[in-house]
């Protein structure tokens, strides 16, 4: 159910986390209705009962309310403190159903670009690159700098060779080690056109449209603990933020 720290806690406890990232990750709009109790029950096989908590929980919470005999919607404020909480976590992890396959193994090289946006003294950083899959199909590619000290964490990690398929982000691997924890994220997106290698690894034309994402993220001492650069194909991926007014 896309749960990797409750494994062992109650199945409706289970199911209401994973309803839970859905609604985060923008799955259900606020208004929509989610599925009903038995398409629930038949997809995690689950009794029905089990879902009937797992909503009680969500309700109880305020980001779903339950209308009889139509069934159970999203609320819109609901959905909206959860992605507007969770949008860290939502970076520093993949939703359900999305893997990671390494392409390039983790090699120290000089990167004079990457250090200065990590703000390092030294040039040299370490750099590990993997494209990502949903439901089998290729939609990013992501080379990930970090820092040495950060980097040390990987070298020779079960999961970091080349092929191998994961449910982490890089910086989900690293942030457990880090002294202190990322709490800041910047990010600038723009469009760009695909090299030759990108495109190699993405399966698309060179040349062919792609929107990249500049993430850079920060501990709660204000330092630099991984520069991220994925490229999109806008085919297969919509980037959707909600703001509010204070």
């Given at each position: ?92 992890n993949l939703p359900a159903g999305t893997t990671t396959e390494i392409v390039a193994p983790i090699r120290r090289r000089v990167d004079i670009e ?116 994925s490229y999109y194909l806008p085919e297969h991926y919509t980037y959707r933020i909600t703001m509010g007014r204070s």
């Amino acid at each position: 159910m896309g749960d990797r720290d409750n494994g062992q806690a109650p199945a409706h406890r289970r199911l209401s986390h994973a309803l839970r990232e859905q609604i985060a990750a923008g799955h259900f709009h606020g208004g929509r209705r989610l599925p009903t109790e038995f398409e629930l029950a038949e997809k995690y096989a689950l009794s029905r009962q089990t879902v009937r908590r797992a909503f009680y929980d969500l309700v109880a919470d305020g980001l779903v309310y339950r209308v009889p005999g139509r069934g159970t919607f999203v609320s819109e404020l609901g959905s909206m403190r959860l992605r507007r909480l969770g949008a860290i976590d939502e970076l520093t992890n993949l939703p359900a159903g999305t893997t990671t396959e390494i392409v390039a193994p983790i090699r120290r090289r000089v990167d004079i670009e990457a250090a200065s946006r990590l703000r390092l003294d030294s040039d040299f950083v370490s750099t590990i690159a993997y494209v990502r899959r949903h439901a089998g199909i290729v939609f990013a590619m992501t080379t990930v700098h970090l820092p040495d000290l950060h980097a040390q964490h990987l070298c020779g990690a079960a999961g970091t060779e080349p092929g191998a398929v994961g449910v982490h982000t890089i910086i989900g691997l690293v942030e457990p080690h880090l002294e202190f924890p990322v709490v800041e994220l910047v990010q600038s997106i723009t469009v760009t056109r695909a090299a030759e290698e990108i495109a190699h690894h993405l399966d698309c034309p060179i040349g062919h449209p792609l929107l990249r994402a500049d993430r850079v993220y920060a501990d709660s001492e204000s330092r630099a603990v991984e520069l991220a650069v994925s490229y999109y194909l806008p085919e297969h991926y919509t980037y959707r933020i909600t703001m509010g007014r204070s």
